[in-house]
T-cell receptor, first 115, second 113 residues
Framework: DTGVSQNPRHKITKRGQNVTFRCDPI?????LYWYRQTLGQGPEFLTY????????KSRLLSDRFSAERPKGSFSTLEIQRTEQGDSAMYLC?????????????FGSGTQLSVL | GESVGLHLPTLSVQEGDNSIINCAYS??????FIWYKQESGKGPQFIID?????DKRQGQRVTVLLNKTVKHLSLQIAATQPGDSAVYFC????????????FGEGTQLTVNP
């Protein structure tokens, strides 16, 4: 499978716990994105990396959220002290930017439920 | 069948009919648009894209139309099949940077056999 891979697919946690998600992008892609999606809504941008550099963060990304891409390959998204409002699908996408366009390829997401 | 975007987030069509899904985008500076298909339990899947210097682009069974005057985007699916049942999102982008990909609300397409 050469698509974007996300683990775990589902995560149930209690409020106040920390969680970490992993994303493995398509190997030749240099950009990696994290989006969040709630039921019935479109994905919302959280942050993105070009290689190992985190170039932009949305104001949606509170201080409890941190993302890393240490070697420019896989990425992790950690949420500390989870709240019920964090319950959502967390989507990872990767791309290889060209001059003309940038098609994002999404993984299947990690569904987070905070009890 | 045809949707009117935010006011009719569901579209139900018969197999074999043509479908039209509409989207009103918000930013007049957006110059790159993408349609995604999302099936239940899966991430969005790229369907077709169009740059703002074009009015129309065709793919396999799909056509995207762009009207910059009224900031309107549509996706036409020819000979709709049950496998086309999904939620369809339009997304807009300023420049070629995917970091500013803004998704619309989505339209649920249901194809009846």
């Amino acid at each position: 499978d050469t698509g974007v891979s996300q683990n775990p697919r589902h995560k149930i946690t209690k409020r106040g716990q920390n969680v970490t998600f992993r994303c493995d992008p398509i190997s030749e892609h240099n950009r990696l994105y994290w989006y969040r999606q709630t039921l019935g809504q479109g994905p919302e941008f959280l942050t993105y990396f070009q290689n190992e550099a985190q170039l932009e963060k949305s104001r949606l990304l509170s201080d409890r959220f941190s993302a890393e891409r240490p070697k420019g390959s896989f990425s992790t998204l950690e949420i500390q002290r989870t709240e019920q409002g964090d319950s959502a699908m967390y989507l990872c996408a990767s791309s290889f930017r060209t001059v003309r366009n940038e098609k994002l390829f999404f993984g299947s997401g990690t569904q987070l439920s905070v009890l | 069948g045809e949707s009117v975007g935010l006011h009719l987030p569901t579209l139900s069509v018969q197999e074999g009919d043509n479908s039209i899904i509409n989207c009103a985008y918000s930013n007049s500076a957006s110059d790159y648009f993408i349609w995604y298909k999302q099936e239940s339990g899966k991430g969005p899947q790229f369907i077709i894209d169009i740059r703002s210097n074009m009015d129309k682009r065709q793919g396999q069974r799909v056509t995207v139309l762009l009207n910059k005057t009224v900031k309107h985007l549509s996706l036409q699916i020819a000979a709709t099949q049950p496998g086309d049942s999904a939620v369809y999102f339009c997304a807009e982008n300023i420049g070629t940077s995917g970091s500013r990909l803004t998704f619309g609300e989505g339209t649920q397409l249901t194809v009846n056999p």
